[in-house]
């Protein structure tokens, strides 16, 4: 078994490419966060967006400051988290940076509209959870959105697209 440690004053932290490989031995759903921005759609590969409270209804997503999409979030005061199905690797790949299709091209004519807020949601995502933009904070080169649910839709469909170990998964759901 692999441990770091980052020891107080030993001048010796964990360093970015240990931490997503620790990070990588949790289980997510593949999420892509989408918004309407004033230059059209935008959106990326999030896996960091989770609940906040019940009461009200609210989730949180860490930005990097480097994403494109940060600026239509700020611009829209919304953004929408698409869980994706299995079938959703590639799409997966592309709003990760992988692949040819960057930017407002990676929104396909057809397979996305939009629920309360405007954000673009996917039409076939396991799930997703429309949210108006609450508050922002800094913490170092990222920026934490925390918005408020408006809106949500759920799907049949049960097979979840996840991320563990270092790569994607299947997960399929009874």
Same mark, same amino acid.
């Given at each position: 078994?692999?441990?770091?440690?980052?020891?107080?004053?030993?001048?010796?932290?964990?360093?970015? &490419?240990?931490?997503?490989?620790?990070?990588?031995?949790?289980?997510? #759903?593949?999420?892509?966060?989408?918004?309407?921005?004033? *230059?059209?759609?935008? #959106?990326?590969?999030?896996?960091?967006?989770?609940?906040?409270?019940?009461?009200?209804?609210?989730?949180?997503?860490?930005?990097? *400051?480097?994403?494109?999409?940060?600026?239509?979030?700020?611009?829209?005061?919304?953004? %929408?988290?698409?869980?994706?199905?299995?079938?959703?690797?590639?799409?997966?790949?592309?709003?990760? #940076? &992988?692949?040819? =299709?960057? #930017?407002?091209?990676?929104?396909?004519?057809?397979?996305?509209?939009? =629920?309360?807020?405007?954000?673009?949601?996917?039409? *076939?995502?396991?799930? %997703?959870?429309?949210?108006?933009?609450?508050?922002?904070?800094?913490?170092?080169?990222?920026?934490?959105?925390?918005?408020?649910?408006?809106?949500?839709?759920?799907?049949?469909?049960?097979?979840?697209?996840?991320?563990?170990?270092?790569?994607?998964?299947?997960?399929?759901?009874?």
């Amino acid at each position: 078994m692999t441990n770091a440690t980052d020891n107080a004053g030993d001048g010796a932290p964990i360093d970015a &490419r240990t931490f997503w490989h620790a990070l990588g031995m949790r289980m997510v #759903g593949v999420s892509v966060v989408t918004a309407q921005g004033e *230059d059209g759609p935008a #959106g990326f590969l999030a896996l960091s967006a989770t609940h906040v409270t019940a009461d009200p209804p609210s989730m949180l997503v860490s930005i990097d *400051d480097r994403t494109q999409a940060l600026k239509a979030i700020l611009h829209g005061r919304h953004f %929408a988290i698409n869980y994706l199905s299995a079938s959703d690797q590639e799409l997966a790949d592309s709003f990760g #940076g &992988r692949g040819s =299709l960057k #930017g407002a091209d990676r929104f396909e004519s057809g397979r996305w509209r939009t =629920l309360a807020t405007g954000a673009p949601v996917l039409n *076939d995502a396991i799930g %997703a959870i429309d949210c108006s933009l609450a508050e922002t904070f800094r913490f170092h080169s990222t920026t934490i959105a925390v918005g408020r649910v408006v809106a949500f839709d759920l799907s049949e469909r049960s097979n979840a697209l996840v991320f563990f170990g270092g790569r994607y998964r299947t997960i399929t759901v009874p």
